[in-house]
């Protein structure tokens, strides 16, 4: 079992940075793959970024990539995502998931492929 705890959501400017970070509890947190999914109001559920369980590897939507950067740091069982240059469509309730299933590009975007969640951290951009 793995809980996991979103924060640093909030309210930001365009052009502006925030960065989230999801706490993990479990002695296991480093053999989990890791991703962000963010829902906006009235919009289905979407990937975001992925990371492996060491890190090596990291995955992004086409709409972050250049943006967003995702982290890892399994001795703290926590990671993160450095959001920068925030537009007014990254609104959104940030989640982060946590899969132990061995996946490849197009599973690790899949929600469903994710078996455990936060419960989320609103990140809004105004414009």
């Known amino acids: 079992q793995v809980q996991l705890v979103e924060s640093g959501g909030g309210l930001v400017q365009a052009g502006g940075s925030l960065r989230l970070s999801c706490a993990a509890s479990?002695?296991?947190?480093?053999?989990?793959?890791m991703g962000w999914f963010r829902q906006a109001p009235g919009k289905e559920r979407e990937f975001v970024s992925a990371i492996s369980w060491s890190g090596g590897v990291t995955y992004y939507a086409d709409s972050v990539k250049g943006r967003f950067t995702i982290s890892r740091d399994n001795a703290k069982n926590t990671v993160y995502l450095q959001m920068n240059s925030l537009k007014p469509e990254d609104t959104a309730v940030y989640y982060c998931?946590?899969?132990?299933?061995?996946?490849?590009?197009?599973?690790?975007?899949?929600?469903?492929?994710?078996?455990?969640w936060g419960q989320g951290t609103q990140v809004t951009v105004s414009s």
């Open positions: 479990g002695r296991t947190f480093s053999s989990y793959k």
């Open positions: 998931a946590a899969t132990p299933r061995v996946l490849g590009r197009d599973g690790t975007s899949r929600g469903g492929e994710y078996d455990y």
